[in-house]
């Protein structure tokens, strides 16, 4: 059992919508991330937050909007999506950062994202 | 800029065959390597990380990695393949900025 959970599993939305995804851990980890990843791909870095903070940006477009109510929550704010961001999300957490110290990532399962 | 290459796409072992799959890094200094797997429509799971020490790495499931600077690489090992191991397995490297870079995965097909 994954200990960083996220929901939903699956979601469909169009691309007027507004919707948002969560994630939640409970390990007193201080960095969380959100990673997005393609059929057959890698996951791709989008957002990290460490100490609630939002300390990276990997030049994700604005439609992607995420926040870090606290240190256990992360959410992922979506709203006038295209077909092309049609991916899984995935949320990870880390005691610190990964370099320092060699702290691990922790993923969830992802939330499948489709975009109608 | 730091990057990982995994030279294979897809590898096909029989159920009980050993297995090696491939990892090379490019980095300056002594890395932080990670191995994950990724079941379909699952997360990623950690299966076994180096940072210093001792460059063989015992992991779960039975996994091992050994890490060789000479070679730059890090390549994951088990003895004895389970169907249950079928997967896409990504090898991770920490960058200067702290950030994890993975592979592009290696696709591992069981057969029985």
């Known amino acids: 059992d994954t200990e960083v959970t996220q929901t939903p599993k699956h979601l469909v939305m169009g691309m007027t919508n507004k919707k948002s995804l969560k994630c939640e851990q409970h390990?007193?980890?201080?960095?969380m991330y959100w990673y997005k990843q393609k059929a057959k791909k890698p996951p791709e870095l989008m957002f990290v937050y460490s100490y609630e903070k939002l300390s990276i940006n990997e030049s994700v477009p604005s439609r992607f909007s995420p926040e870090c109510p606290n240190s256990s929550l992360l959410n992922l704010h979506l709203h006038a999506l295209q077909p092309e961001d049609s991916a899984l999300y995935l949320c990870?957490?880390?005691?610190?950062?990964?370099?320092?110290?060699?702290?691990?990532?922790?993923f969830g399962n992802g939330t499948r994202l489709t975009v109608t | 800029a730091q990057s990982v290459t995994q030279p294979d796409i897809h590898i096909t072992v029989s159920e009980g065959a050993s297995l090696e799959l491939r990892c090379n890094y490019s980095?300056?200094?002594?890395?932080?390597l990670f191995w994950y797997v990724q079941s379909p429509g699952q997360g990623l799971q950690l299966l076994l990380k180096y940072f210093s020490g001792d460059t063989l790495v015992q992991g779960i499931k039975g996994f091992e990695a050994e890490f060789k600077r000479s070679q730059s690489s890090f390549n994951l090992r088990k003895p004895s393949v389970h169907w249950s191991d079928a997967a896409e397995y990504f090898c991770?490297?920490?960058?200067?900025?702290?950030?994890?870079?993975f592979g592009s995965g290696t696709r591992l097909l069981v057969r029985p």
């Open positions: 390990m007193g980890h201080r960095a």
């Open positions: 990870a957490s880390s005691q610190g950062w990964p370099g320092r110290g060699g702290s691990p990532l922790h």
């Open positions: 991770a490297v920490v960058d200067s900025s702290y950030k994890l870079i």
């Open positions: 980095y300056g200094a002594t890395p932080y």
